[in-house]
């Protein structure tokens, strides 16, 4: 399970020990790549949603004064921005099974041989992944507030082109995963 879902439980503690070589302070700095993949991205889906998740507050809050029902596409657009935060897990899990062997046992350990240069490229493919994840599901919460404002305003007309509008934005963090994923070295 740690290996699959968590594939950095304790490889922090492993590469922050004083060793005899230089080797894990590259390990650390590939894990800063895994790291820092999910955690813009989950600053961009948080931006993406709160704004979205704003705009769908003010837009029930009007409907509810008129007498009217409240409407649940407002879910859906606010909702769309955290994909991008799935998708920069899956990047961190696949830097994460670069950074780890399995010893004949089949047990996981942390890599014996990690140069400063697949450090580098993990670190850049982290740091890539997660400004282009952050970006794309930021500016999907934004055009879901558009959106949520433009429904509220036209009553209910539009829903389709606004999955359209985002699912445009989707794409930039589809390509920039499965662009990213490709990049990322293997190890010998």
Known sequence: MTGTVFPFAGMLAQATQP??????I?????QMGGALALG??????????????????????????AGLGLRFTYIVLLGMPISQTLYAMMIMNKIGRVLMEKL???APVVR????????GMLLAVGIAAGIAEMFS???????????????CEGEGK?????LIAMG???TVGIFAMVFLLGLIPKVG
């Open 137 to 151: 599901a930021w500016m999907q919460g934004l055009i879901g507030a558009a959106g949520i404002r433009a429904i």
């Open 40 to 65: 813009l991205a989950c600053i961009g889906s948080s931006i993406g949603i709160g704004v979205a998740g704003r705009a769908a507050a003010g837009a029930w809050a009007k409907e509810a004064k």
């Open 104 to 106: 004949p046992s089949g």
């Open 158 to 162: 539009g829903f389709a082109f606004l």
């Open 112 to 119: 014996s041989i990690m140069t400063a240069e697949y450090a």
């Open 168 to 170: 445009i934005v989707e």
């Open 19 to 24: 060793a005899a070589s230089a080797t894990n």
């Open 26 to 30: 590259w390990q650390f700095v590939g």
